[in-house]
């Protein structure tokens, strides 16, 4: 009697969460998501507005949640397109070791051809390279001539009075802070590093420009906004050391075959997004903290994308 | 170590009202003066530069708080009650009022003479303290002088009022919380609603299994105690794991079972949300109406089938409105812990308040981050006070 009871309790609840969560069923819409950062937000608003001006139905799940959970959703199909990055491939697919991720190109091509296995097409990427740099004060890289790792290297190895803010991942990763160290010749000890859980350049970035706990260097993403407000620059990567993350919109080839005008409109919208520009609505939406939707808004009507 | 509420009896004193007004008032300029009334920020990002009350707030405002300050001190020195409980009344309602006033006009002044568009005004540790210790004035006074429940609700919404209409006149506008809504109104709206609708959805879920769960307890004590087990278990998952934890089995069935999948039920979103919220409601609403029923006295139940009720009546009209009671705080507690544990839920993709919570951490961007916890923490003090009102309201028994 009583398992009868609990068994039809059981049913009863699945059968409310399904019908409660049936507000958020399929049906026909291309459901967009985007991860839960402001350069998701903001990518994913862009797509959002630019189907849905074209006429296309669009289902709005921008800012989803992490980088696994929204993966995950588009290879379950519970969402149609979100905006990924092409070195992230790397990592999805077990193989980031391979040096094709360093170039651009040739990382785009690979995470094409390796994500066709999982019916999922990477359309046109920004020619914006969003990877981990280390990032120093401006006072200090005026005082000391700073502008690329290789200076970085030599005045860090020479003696140069350094604490850099990074995250674990950062600082122990073989592809991260280990690289630049080989490539540009300088080491970092123990107490010239500040680590963090986790993998936030806004406070890393914070924590430079307040020169928390001695920091006056900061890791950070090549597309961040906040770079300018806070007095920090980005030392570049003249050896081209990190793997290059561009960002793509990534959809599933059976909602792409549907409406195949999907590419046609995305693609130019992509491409114009250069590393300045992203960087410059980065900072909109991070440091004025304006809307993501109303950045991209503003973006796509300035441009004339909104077809 | 003497604790606060041993503290005045270990002296040869009692906890009379005019004592827990002193206290408040001790706490309130200790808090109010020692820290900073509101922070000045160059951008949204970077720490704020504390500024204290009289730095920060015009003279007019100062006087203003000033004045319900000596009503209360008035109020706390009189030796008759008829002038004590009016006064101390109207000096921390003036005080509540004012420091909000206060902390917005100052907010519109900084920010006016700021030099550069994005200096942000954010309310200081100060400001809380003043507003929390006012407010435990108000309903300390109000207890005190004997003010039936329901005057109180209704001084409280008149007071919310006053405070809505300051809102309403863009009184608070330049507040760095109030600017980083105004940047997002659409999108707040739709996670207030998301929020709002998973704690409701979870709440109507929690009681259809767990009040039958309860009364199957009353009866079947073997059963209660293994359902309590085990319920007492999933109380003790820590709510992030549990969300993470029914993403996988959720996916694997609702790409077993397509129907499920056209239903909406997938492995991230509400449906896990929902689930992992109404396990966690399970164990207080069946223990609640457990205890509830059993409370209702045998001897009474016995007059009823004396008078020859049927089983269900003698549920209806004997059992359930003594048990009600002990319902209805189960289910405000209940419904207080789901507003916040509904916060989580943003983390996999179920939305709500906790988007604004995780994204003001993804950017560093502390108003963000109060901006979902402070709506949270509203809507639970809000559903609080409902529940309050609707448990006075079907309570049988009147004391007289």
């Known amino acids: ?180 160290q080989t490539a540009y ?26 020169q928390t706990s001695g ?83 503003d973006y796509l009507t300035a441009k004339g994308l909104l077809k | 170590m003497a604790s606060l509420a041993t503290l005045l009896p270990a002296a040869g004193m009692r906890w009379t009202g005019r004592n827990v007004v002193l206290v408040l008032l001790a706490v309130g300029l200790a808090g109010g003066l020692g820290l900073a009334f509101v922070g000045l920020a160059p951008n949204r990002i970077l720490s704020s530069k504390p500024l204290s009350l009289f730095a920060a707030a015009r003279p007019g405002f100062v006087g203003l708080l000033g004045a319900g300050l000596a009503l209360i001190i008035v109020g706390a020195g009189a030796r008759a009650r008829r002038v004590a409980g009016p006064a101390v009344l109207a000096g921390a309602t003036i005080v509540f009022v004012g420091t909000f006033a206060a902390a917005g006009d100052a907010a519109t002044a900084l920010v006016h003479a700021a030099a550069s568009p994005s200096a942000r005004v954010s309310l200081g540790g100060g400001f809380w303290v003043i507003v929390l210790a006012s407010a435990l004035a108000m309903i300390e006074a109000m207890n005190r002088l004997g003010i039936p429940v329901a005057l109180r609700f209704l001084a409280g919404v008149l007071v919310a009022a006053i405070l809505a209409g300051f809102a309403a006149m863009g009184w608070f506008d330049d507040l760095s919380i109030v600017r980083e809504w105004a940047n997002r109104r659409d999108q707040y709206a739709s996670a207030l609603t998301e929020h709002i609708e998973l704690v409701l959805a979870a709440l109507v879920v929690a009681l259809l299994i767990g009040v039958p769960l309860g009364v199957l307890a009353t009866a079947q004590r073997n059963l209660s105690r293994r359902v309590f087990v085990i319920l007492s278990l999933i109380q003790t998952i820590p709510s992030i794991a549990l969300f993470g934890l029914l993403i996988g089995p959720l996916t694997v069935l609702s790409d077993a079972v397509p129907w499920l999948r056209d239903l ?64 209805l705080a189960g289910l405000r507690i209940v419904t207080v812990q789901l507003v916040g544990l509904a916060v989580v839920a943003a983390l996999i993709g179920a939305g709500g308040l906790g988007s604004f919570v995780f994204l003001g951490l993804g950017q560093t961007a502390t108003d963000l981050v109060l901006l979902g916890a402070i709506s949270a923490i509203l809507l639970a003090l809000i559903a609080d006070a409902a529940l309050r009102l609707l448990a006075i309201a079907v309570t049988p028994v009147r004391r007289s």
């Open chain 1, 1 to 180: 009697m009583a398992r009868k009871v609990l068994g039809i309790l059981a049913g009863l609840m699945l059968g409310v969460a399904a019908s409660t969560g049936g507000a958020n069923a399929m049906g026909d819409k291309i459901v967009v998501a985007s991860k839960i950062d402001t350069e998701g937000a903001l990518l994913g608003n862009m797509i959002v507005q630019v189907l849905e001006h074209a006429g296309l139905p669009v289902e709005n799940k921008v800012s989803l949640g992490p980088t696994k959970i929204v993966r995950t959703a588009i290879l379950s199909g519970d969402v149609d397109i979100y905006p990924e990055y092409t070195g992230n491939a790397g990592f999805f697919f077990n193989v980031d070791s391979d040096p094709a991720w360093k170039n651009g190109e040739a990382g785009y091509e690979k995470a094409k051809s390796l994500d066709a296995a999982n019916k999922i097409v990477w359309l046109a990427p920004a020619p914006a390279n969003n990877t981990w740099a280390i990032s120093v004060r401006s006072d200090l890289a005026d005082q000391n001539k700073l502008k690329t790792m290789e200076d970085f290297g030599k005045w860090v190895a020479g003696g140069g009075k350094v604490k850099l803010a990074g995250s674990a991942e950062f600082v122990e990763s073989p592809a991260a802070l280990p690289s630049f």
């Open chain 1, 185 to 210: 010749g300088f080491k970092l000890t123990a107490d010239q590093l500040l680590v963090l859980s986790g993998g936030d350049t806004s406070a890393t970035e914070k924590a430079a420009a307040e």
């Open chain 1, 215 to 297: 920091v006056n260097s900061a890791m950070a993403y090549g597309t961040d906004g906040q770079l300018a407000a806070l007095g920090l620059v980005v030392m570049s990567d003249t050896k081209g050391v990190q793997p290059v993350y561009e960002p793509a919109p990534t959809v599933r080839a059976e909602v792409l075959d549907k409406y195949p005008k999907i590419k046609d409109l995305l693609d130019p919208v992509f491409k114009s997004l250069s590393l300045e520009t992203l960087q410059q609505l980065n900072s909109k939406i991070a440091v004025d903290g304006q809307d993501a939707k109303k950045v991209a808004a």
């Open chain 2, 264 to 327: 909406g039920v997938r492995g991230i979103g509400f449906a896990p949300a929902l689930i992992a919220l109404v396990l966690y409601s399970l164990l207080p609403i069946a223990r609640n109406t457990e205890v509830g029923f059993l409370g209702v006295p045998p001897a009474v139940v016995d007059a009823a089938r004396g008078m020859g009720m049927t089983r269900l009546q003698i549920m209806t009209r004997v059992s359930v409105p003594l048990a009600l009671p002990v319902l």
